[in-house]
C-alpha cells in the first residue's frame, strides 16, 4: 500500500514563499515520475509540477518561474517550493506517482494523501 504525507502549507500572504513535502513509503519511488496536483475549483486534481526519475522537470504555464519541483531519492520525497504566491494558488496540494504513457500523463495511485492546505491572502 502506498503511503502519501503531504505537508508545509499554511497561510501567507500574496508575494510570500512556502515550501511543500510530500514523504512517501511504498511503490517505486526513485524509478517513478513524480508530480504536485492542487484541487482545482471544479473539484479535480490538476497537475501543477513534474519531476522525472531522471530529474527533468515541467511546470503548468500559470506556476512556471515561480515553482520549484524537486526530489531527494534517500528519502523517498518530493518538494515544491513555491514562491511569488498569488491568491489564485489558493488551493488543496496533493502529490502522486505518475504513470506516463503515449504522451498521456496520470496519477499512479486512486489513493490520495490527506494533501495540505495552501491559502495566499491578498
Known sequence: ???LVESGGG?????GSLRLSCATSGGNFADSAMGWYRHGSDGAHILIA???SGGETNYRDS????FTISRENSKRT???QMSSLKPEDTAVYYCNFLTIERGIIRPTYNDWGQGTQVTVSS
Not at 497561510?11 to 508575494?15: M, N, T
Open 50 to 52: 513534474r519531476i522525472s
Open 78 to 80: 518530493v518538494y515544491l
Open 11 to 15: 497561510l501567507v500572504q500574496a508575494g
Open 1 to 3: 500500500q502506498v503511503q
Open 63 to 66: 506556476v512556471k518561474g515561480r
